[in-house]
């Protein structure tokens, strides 16, 4: 339990000021744990000190990276700790009564998809249209969309199974609907990465509800054919395509950024290939909490969007192989917990919504580190509790919660019979 | 469900194990070509980091290249300085902000930049990384002598053509001038590598980034005689007193090969009755003409190939900026060393002509084996590699390329070169006190009157201390004995004074 707070405590060593940091971490943490202690006093012990670990370590290379991001983490974490908290305390005597809503889920979950297309409030970064800005605060109302979809499904699927993998249309109308307008929206957005997160979940759920590889091999197939026809068709996901697979040229190709001639990894590769360079530079043991090369000569940051989309490598760089790899280990324990905790559970929903969150979590880690690294192409989405992002840290402390909450009254069961 | 879930699990697991092992390659295998790459923006930063170790000259006098501190962003940065502007420039290179390297600066890279896997120094370089202290690269101590590489210079002058003088005994390289020559300290600014590209010299030939000392290729001419006069003498074919008739040229193939013309007399010299000896003395085409004959093609190149032709001439600076000595031959791919002896005119080969080219660190080579009884040494220019707190990392010990000649044969040479100088055409070179043994060179370039001017020696003959080599490109009825000799007449003058 303590693990977290000795982790942070030993990092700050790097500067006295992250001290500061160190201490407000483990008094909220402490708050978080005794808020859980609370209301599911019977939830998978593990899962909250990994996701306070992953924070810490996140919220300490963010830190590294620009102290400025790390006060805004700093507020984040405190919103998702208290949505957590709320969560907990409203949902602790039943949460399965959000399968009544289940049709509000999926309908707020395209809502909330759409929001960034409104004008007035939508923004584009980055050639994607996911944020939402209302006064000071900007918002990407898509990772809230996640939860609200895995929700739906799990609600959905633990109602229709039985019909659904006999194949009747009509079972399925509804399911298409929503699904298929959240599929459209995302690529309206131009938001890559979620939508293949999103298709993922999708196919994960209706897997593990009907028990059918027919469908998610129909699913892959359909899947496959539609990223043909949008590769066809858009020239932002065929441009990621090159990238990912010809990230260098020897000889110089239109820059859509500069409208003049360049090396392809001076233009549009450019990121992947200087993360990559980042990753390199960090070898087995890595330069050292502190110690990494971010900014040129000229002080300018190398790589951009370092603490969000690439802070893998920022802390491939600076922790090393032996550093990064324990991050993921920590990702696989929390997966695995995850995981045990849909084991466990009583009823359909349950099962449903526990593997459903678990997986988008392990998906999302997946989507990213893997584009970072080039094992598929790069899409910009964040690393689940690490990455600087108030979304992201919101949504994943839901996720969270939920997964918490379906432990405790599994364990409970169990527990009690 | 739990079958599902177990199986969603396991995919899930292996997806991030996917990671684990993707982020094993990049950071282990794939590492090394990553930190490689000229577009590496983070270790464009991380070499500035690292205080890159000085190169001076024996007795630190002159420092080649050195560092300026810079404090930014909380960082110290290190940006590289030459001090001389231009000593030695393309021997010592440089290393830009762009990673371009070239040079010693290229092929020391590992150890300015302390990276060089000496366990102790790799140990020192973790605690200095873990400690975020510079990390300090090591220094190199150059056997170059900068008073006397300034001259060089300075007698070069705008003249293309190179000087090179080493030691004879241990092949501790003591001058390396190449002109036209530049300013290191140009090619990281803005426009100054361009700048660079445009110097010419008086010959408006190749680029002032060559080093002309390792990488030029020219027609020895006369100076191969030495090769020549050493395989005759070696094989036990001829001796000195060996006659030749000279009619002033020498028939091959049933053609005339005149000598070469006599700037005192309309058309070529012909000296009548003349021993091996006269013929090495006054360089009398014919004689060697008629040697070549007799000996055969091969037997030359054999002998080049013993006084290291054929090879590139071992140094520190990069491989790509040295050229090996022989016959070249021009293909679709451009410039190929060819030593196949049939397609040689012997004749011809015989006193430098043919299709052989040289270095003037190979002809520098020739006359040192020569004053080294036979043995070819090895030449180097990194005498010592210096740790930051002083510490000797590696130091240079002499060593050789194995014996080309007899210790007979040597004696023999010695004494003809000895010849050139005070009786023959080289006695240009000549020193009040210093016995100098030397050879000149004069070289048809294929235009009339324009010649490639060679001098190579090395003196006192008696117990040599230097050898040298010089030549001058494009000299418009410019004799080696003329021209390049009165430059290497000042070097050894230099060398064994100072």
């Not at chain 1, 303590?2 to 402490?30: E, P």
Request: with cysteine; charged share 15%; aromatic share 10%.
């Amino acid at each position: 339990m303590g693990f977290a707070s000795v982790y942070i405590a030993r990092q700050s060593h790097v500067s006295g000021a992250s001290l500061t940091y160190a201490v407000f971490f483990f008094g909220l943490y402490l708050v978080a744990h005794l808020v859980a202690r609370f209301t599911v006093p019977y939830a998978d012990p593990y899962l909250l000190p990994l996701a306070g670990l992953l924070t810490a370590v996140g919220l300490t290379e963010i830190y590294r990276l620009g102290p400025q991001s790390a006060f805004k983490q700093g507020i984040w974490i405190v919103v998702g700790v208290s949505v957590f908290a709320l969560a907990l305390l409203a949902l602790r005597r039943d949460y399965r009564l959000l399968e009544n809503y289940k049709y509000l889920f999926g309908l707020g979950a395209i809502g909330l998809l759409f929001l960034p297309l409104l004008p007035g409030i939508g923004e584009t970064v980055n050639g994607a249209r996911l944020w939402v800005h209302v006064g000071p605060i900007r918002f990407q109302p898509g990772e809230l969309g996640k939860i609200a979809l895995i929700v739906f499904l799990a609600a959905y699927l633990r109602e229709k199974r039985e019909v659904l993998a006999q194949g009747r249309l009509k079972d399925w109308g509804p399911l298409l609907v929503i699904w298929g307008a959240a599929m459209m929206c995302l690529f309206v957005t131009d938001d890559l990465g979620s939508a293949l997160l999103y298709y993922g979940i999708f196919l994960a759920m209706l897997y593990v509800a009907t028990a059918r590889l027919t469908f998610v091999a129909l699913g892959v197939g359909l899947f496959l054919a539609g990223s043909f026809a949008v590769y066809q068709g858009t020239p932002h996901v065929r441009d990621r395509v090159t990238n990912w697979l010809h990230p260098y040229t020897t000889y110089k190709v239109y820059c859509p950024l500069t409208g003049t001639q360049a090396l392809r990894q001076d233009c549009t590769s450019y990121q992947e290939v200087q993360s990559l360079y980042s990753i390199a530079h960090g070898g087995y043991g890595g330069t050292g909490l502190g110690s990494g090369t971010f900014t040129s000569a000229g002080g300018h940051q190398i790589i951009p969007d370092l603490n969000t989309d690439f802070i893998y490598s920022a802390l491939a760089q600076e922790l090393g192989l032996i550093g990064v790899a324990a991050l993921l280990m920590l990702y696989m324990v929390f997966v695995l917990r995850g995981f045990r905790v849909s084991l466990f559970a009583g009823d359909g929903f349950s099962k449903l919504l526990a593997a459903g969150l678990t997986f988008c979590f392990a998906l999302q880690t997946f989507i990213i580190v893997g584009g970072i690294l080039r094992v598929i192409p790069l899409t910009g989405i964040t690393l689940p509790l690490v990455s600087y992002g108030g979304s992201s840290v919101v949504a994943n402390f839901l996720l969270l919660a939920g997964l918490m909450l379906v432990s405790n009254r599994a364990n409970a069961e169990v527990g009690g019979a | 469900m739990n079958r599902q879930v177990n199986r969603l699990a396991l995919l899930a697991i292996a997806l991030l194990a996917a990671l684990v092992v993707a982020t094993t390659y990049w950071q282990s295998w794939a590492s090394g070509g990553l930190q490689a790459r000229q577009d590496n923006a983070i270790q464009r930063v991380v070499q500035f980091t690292i205080a890159r170790g000085l190169v001076y000259g024996p007795g630190e006098k002159a420092v080649f290249a050195s560092n300026r501190r810079k404090h930014q962003n909380g960082q110290t940065l290190f940006f590289r300085r030459y001090p001389e502007h231009g000593l030695a420039a393309q021997t010592i290179g440089y290393s830009t902000a762009s990673r371009s390297q070239a040079g010693l600066e290229e092929s020391m890279n590992d150890y300015l930049t302390g990276s060089n896997t000496n366990l102790s120094n790799a140990f020192r370089h973790v605690l200095d990384k873990l400690g975020g202290a510079t990390v300090h690269g090591n220094d190199l101590v150059l056997t170059i002598r900068p008073g006397v590489q300034r001259l060089a210079q300075q007698l070069l002058g705008n003249r293309c053509g190179a000087v090179v003088a080493l030691n004879p005994q241990t092949g501790a390289v003591y001058v390396m001038a190449s002109s036209p020559t530049y300013d290191p300290n140009l090619i990281d600014e803005p426009g100054g590598y361009a700048h660079v590209l445009k110097i010419r010299g008086a010959c408006g030939g190749a680029s002032a980034l060559l080093n002309r000392g390792t990488q030029g290729l020219f027609t020895p001419g006369s100076t191969f005689k030495i090769v020549t006069a050493a395989a005759a003498l070696d094989t036990g074919a001829f001796s000195t007193s060996s006659g030749f008739d000279d009619p002033g040229y020498c028939e091959e193939y049933g053609r005339k090969v005149y000598n070469a013309g006599n700037p005192d007399q309309n058309g070529p010299e012909s000296y009548g009755h003349v021993d091996l000896a006269q013929g090495f003395e006054h360089s009398i085409n014919s004689v060697f003409c008629n040697v070549g004959k007799q000996l055969g093609a091969k037997t030359i190149l054999d002998y080049a190939k013993r006084f290291g032709f054929y090879r590139t001439p071992p140094l520190e600076t990069p491989a790509n900026e040295r050229a090996a000595s022989g016959m070249y031959r021009y293909t679709k791919h451009g410039r190929v060393l060819d030593d196949n002896a049939s397609r040689a005119d012997p004749g011809r080969l015989a006193f430098g002509q043919w299709t052989m080219l040289t270095t003037p660190l190979q002809m520098a080579m020739v006359a040192a084996t020569v004053a080294n009884g036979g043995v070819v040494p090895k030449p180097y220019v990194v005498q010592k590699i210096l740790g930051h707190d002083g510490s000797v990392v590696r130091e240079t010990k002499p060593g050789n390329l194995g014996r080309a000649i007899k210790p007979e044969t040597a004696a023999e040479l010695n004494r003809l070169m000895v010849s050139v100088v005070e009786g023959g055409t080289g006695t240009a070179a000549q020193i009040p006190g210093i016995q100098v043994a030397g050879k000149t060179g004069t070289a048809e370039t294929g235009v009339d009157h324009v010649y490639t001017a060679w001098f190579v020696c090395f003196a006192p003959a008696d117990n040599p201390q230097v050898a040298v080599a010089v030549v001058l490109e494009k000299q418009v009825n410019g004799f080696g004995g003329a021209v390049a000799a009165p430059i290497a007449k000042s070097v050894v003058e230099a060398l064994v004074h100072g």
